[in-house]
């Protein structure tokens, strides 16, 4: 059975850091795609960072220069780094997985994970 869970969200101030974990389990990480989304109140779901099995990672413009998807050694935990954050960056953050990895995995517009965790609300003041 596949599990998303994702931890490390909180407040903090514009121009502050957070660092999100999902840890996941049920799924070969050797073949998937996974990412991190986030939706705002009254706005669309959006894909924020997304990385493949096989190393190659893509960031929505929005946040490119500033926030970072890895996964740890043990490819049992996703991670996305978050600098420089500001407050149109508040939105509840979720994990997605997807496997098979599919051949859309690094368009982050248009791959849709059949896996999700629950969300962790980052929340950004001015």
């Known amino acids: 059975q596949v599990h998303l869970v994702e931890s490390g969200g909180g407040s903090v101030q514009a121009g502050g850091s957070l660092r999100l974990s999902c840890a996941v389990s049920?799924?070969?990480?050797?073949?998937?795609?996974m990412a991190w989304f986030r939706q705002a109140p009254g706005k669309e779901r959006e894909g924020v960072a997304v990385?493949?099995?096989?190393?190659?990672?893509n960031y929505a413009d929005s946040v490119k220069g500033r926030f970072s998807i890895f996964s740890g050694a043990a490819k049992t935990t996703l991670y996305l780094q978050m600098n420089s954050l500001k407050p149109e960056d508040t939105a509840m953050y979720y994990c997605?997985?997807?496997?098979?990895?599919?051949?859309?995995?690094?368009?982050?517009?248009?791959?849709?994970?059949?896996?999700w965790g629950q969300g962790t609300q980052v929340t950004v003041s001015s």
């Open positions: 049920g799924f070969p990480y050797t073949s998937s795609c």
């Open positions: 997605a997985a997807q496997f098979p990895r599919p051949s859309n995995c690094l368009d982050i517009a248009s791959v849709r994970p059949a896996y």
């Open positions: 990385i493949s099995s096989y190393g190659g990672v």
